[in-house]
Nanobody, 120 residues
Framework: QVQLAESGGGLVQAGGSLRLSCAVS?????????VGWFRQAPGKEREFVAA????????YYAASVKGRFTISRDNAKNTVYLQMNSLKPEDTAVYYC????????????WGQGTQVTVSS
């Protein structure tokens, strides 16, 4: 059973930066396993933000964040990071990290979420 715990959310002004962390524990990842970041704004559906392949480190981004956000991982610390720069008010949401231990693009494990609020 994989457990995920997000941290690092908060309130920031537009143009500012935040770094989210996702501590991953338990379970086993296949070589194709992924950890992803998703977000959900009030009244909107949850959307994909970024993902990283646990072994190879390949990264994937939503078009809306590409060039502003960077996903990375520290395997020694079992932690995945989301560095968010040039934040916009529309980035305001609850951010969740999730794990796909097999690599089938199905995220079976989710953290509790962390709030990110970007003021204009």
């Amino acid at each position: 059973q994989v457990q995920l715990a997000e941290s690092g959310g908060g309130l920031v002004q537009a143009g500012g930066s935040l770094r989210l962390s996702c501590a991953v524990s338990g379970g086993t990842f296949s070589s194709y396993g992924m950890v992803g970041w998703f977000r959900q704004a009030p009244g909107k559906e949850r959307e994909f933000v970024a993902a990283i392949r646990w072994s190879a480190g390949s990264t994937y981004y939503a078009a809306s964040v590409k060039g502003r956000f960077t996903i990375s991982r520290d395997n020694a610390k079992n932690t995945v990071y989301l560095q968010m720069n040039s934040l916009k008010p529309e980035d305001t949401a609850v951010y969740y990290c999730a794990a796909d231990t097999v690599g089938r693009a199905r995220y079976d494990y989710w953290g509790q979420g962390t709030q990110v609020t970007v003021s204009s």
